[in-house]
């Protein structure tokens, strides 16, 4: 076996593991990655020589390049995606669960010999700023040159990894393999314990790439409760009114389908001269008490793993020009013209295409795209990045946002009285489902606080670790739901969305700094029409009245699902959100209608 690239000084413990894991999968070489720009180019170079990977137009889209997956490939598998532990009630009844012992042997005789003939990268990084006492160090070990150069753009990887493990002793182990893509062995195993990750027969970004879900959700989570902080499925967006020179800062936890990454990325539009809007973080937030009792948070990724399809000139022109350097697409379609990538909602249909798979398509077929097709880009080259990006204190929170993907019932937004009260609507978080995502579209799905795939362990405790971790936070930020899904009687939205959410975020900050009132309603405040602000919008009020409607018997029905769904945690679920849901369902009940 040949090594290569291997660092001078490397824990005892590493080098142990690395060894071991060596022993079991019989690479033919293992090198180390140091996250250095030659070193990519290295990757990148062998990834094309070898048809792995397409390199793209050097012109239009300098450094950039095309990657296609096998076509049993594409997508997050849940039902194989498993936490394993001695005791099923550990994980949860939200989660897939595996007898820890049973599990280790699984994954050890499929990774028997699994890396014969190929080569193993070990890849170590760094997930928080640098500097931060919240940062993670993890190492990856992969025989897929794809999730190493996806990597280096997703975290911060090579020697800044090494060394911080030099000053923390500990990190996390991470295994994976592509296999042979066999779908009936392709698992995604959690073994929180050893904080050991292990996935195999797959090379799709979130199966693959440790770093993000598998590690920066799932294990991070399990870590967060023991150390007192939470590891959140939340953006966060930097809000700045330059008229009082206030800096606002939004986490928001949104289900898939639901606005969140175009919400990260928002601009205010020309009716908002005084205000500009930055992001901090797209997906992941681990938040923490700051010293004086306030909430902060740090995005623990260093690059977007976005989804392609849909992203377009008006659903979030901010990321476009990002995309057009250093940037890795995965399952795009691609336009043999000029060796540029394509996907629905980026263009008009171009004359000539080859789809995701690789081959011609013509218009009126299936998607050219993958409807989950992604993009994997640096955080810094993108030109509305909030200068906070890689504080290692974080910033501190103003304002928590939930939400989903609803048609009817839930207001465009409403805010909750109390922070408790908030937890009880994270914890109610109910979202449709796209035809994408189930084959059956407006189903809806529990999803509280958008974590129901990432907590890594019972969602009881976790509800409860969100009680024990508020009576840190001394200076509370203020809790709120969006929906910008709402429909009319003939199928048709009724708020338009995108960009003009910002609107609602106005009307937020507004809450933030007292300037207005609201009417309180048994779920919480909703604003006043003439407070939210439509200058410049053709909109009418008697639309807008109807998304700020509340309906008693609606709410009356939703709470009796929510319920059902609470039962499901037996006696893990906390006595403290059982008290905010009665008090909840009892103001519901009891309202009476004004005339």
């Not at 590493?14 to 140091?34: A, R």
Request: with cysteine.
């Amino acid at each position: 076996m040949i090594e290569e690239n291997k660092p001078q000084h490397v824990s005892k413990e590493l080098e142990s593991w690395v060894e071991q894991t060596t022993g079991l999968t019989k690479p033919d070489k293992v090198y180390w990655c140091d996250g250095s720009e030659l070193e990519n180019r290295k990757l990148l170079s062998f990834l094309t020589e070898s048809k792995q990977i397409i390199k793209l137009n050097e012109k239009k889209y300098p450094n950039c390049y095309l990657y296609r997956t096998n076509e049993n490939d594409v997508a997050r598998v849940e039902d194989r995606t498993l936490i394993c532990t001695d005791s099923e009630v550990e994980a949860g009844p939200t989660n897939r669960w595996m007898k820890k012992e049973t599990a280790f042997r699984m994954m050890q005789d499929l990774f028997k010999e699994i890396m014969a003939g190929r080569t193993m990268y070990v890849v170590p990084y760094l997930l928080g700023p640098e500097g931060s006492s919240f940062s993670q160090v993890g190492v990856e070990l992969t025989d897929s040159a794809y999730v190493a150069v996806n990597m280096r753009i997703l975290t911060r990887m090579g020697d800044i990894a090494l060394q911080e493990l030099n000053r923390k002793k500990e990190f996390v182990k991470a295994i994976h393999s592509i296999g042979n893509l066999d779908p009936e062995k392709r698992y995604i195993c959690h073994f929180p314990d050893e904080r050991l990750l292990m996935s195999i027969n797959t090379v799709y970004g979130g199966n693959a790439i440790l770093s993000k879900k598998p590690h920066a959700l799932r294990i991070a989570s399990i870590i967060a409760r023991k150390e007192g902080w939470l590891a959140e499925h939340m953006f966060l967006l930097e809000i700045v009114n330059k008229e009082n020179d206030k800096n606002y800062y939004i986490s928001g936890a949104l289900p898939s389908a639901s606005g969140k990454t175009n919400l990260a990325m928002i601009q205010p539009s020309k009716a908002f001269k005084d205000f500009t809007a930055r992001t901090v973080g797209d997906d992941i937030s681990w938040l923490f008490s700051g010293k004086n009792g306030e909430m902060r948070g740090i995005n623990p990724e260093n690059g977007f793993f976005g989804v392609a399809y849909g992203t377009g000139p008006y659903s979030n022109p901010n990321i476009l020009e990002s995309l057009k350097k250093n940037t890795i697409f995965t399952n795009v379609a691609l336009n043999p013209k000029d060796n540029t990538p394509w996907w629905e909602g980026l263009s008009e249909f171009p004359e000539t295409l080859y789809d995701w798979t690789g081959k011609e398509w013509h218009k009126g077929g299936s998607s050219a795209a993958h409807m989950n097709s992604r993009f994997t880009t640096p955080i810094k080259q993108y030109r509305f990045k909030s200068d906070r990006y890689e504080d290692p204190d974080g910033v501190e929170i103003s304002a928590m946002l939930f939400g989903g993907r609803r048609s009817s019932l839930l207001p465009l937004v409403y805010e909750a009285q109390t922070f408790e009260q908030g937890i009880l609507v994270g914890a109610m978080t109910r979202a449709e489902t796209t035809a994408a995502q189930s084959g059956a579209a407006r189903v809806v799905r529990d999803d509280p606080m958008s974590m129901i795939a990432f907590c890594g362990y019972n969602m009881g405790d976790y509800f409860n670790h969100w009680f024990e971790f508020a009576e840190k936070i001394k200076k509370r930020p203020k809790v709120f739901n969006v929906n910008w899904f709402r429909k009319d009687e003939n199928g048709n939205y009724i708020w338009p969305g995108f960009g003009e959410n910002f609107r609602i975020l106005e009307w937020m900050i507004k809450r933030i700094d007292g300037t207005v009132k609201a009417k309180e309603f048994p779920i919480g405040f909703l604003p006043y029409v003439e407070d939210i602000n439509l200058n410049g919008m053709d909109f009418d009020v008697e639309r807008l009245k109807k998304l700020l409607y509340f309906d008693k018997d609606g709410w009356a029905g939703e709470l009796i699902k929510v319920k059902e769904f609470f039962d499901k945690f037996g006696e893990r679920f906390p006595k403290k959100l059982w008290d905010e849901f009665d008090k909840m369902n009892k103001r519901v009940l009891d309202y009476v209608p004004e005339n």
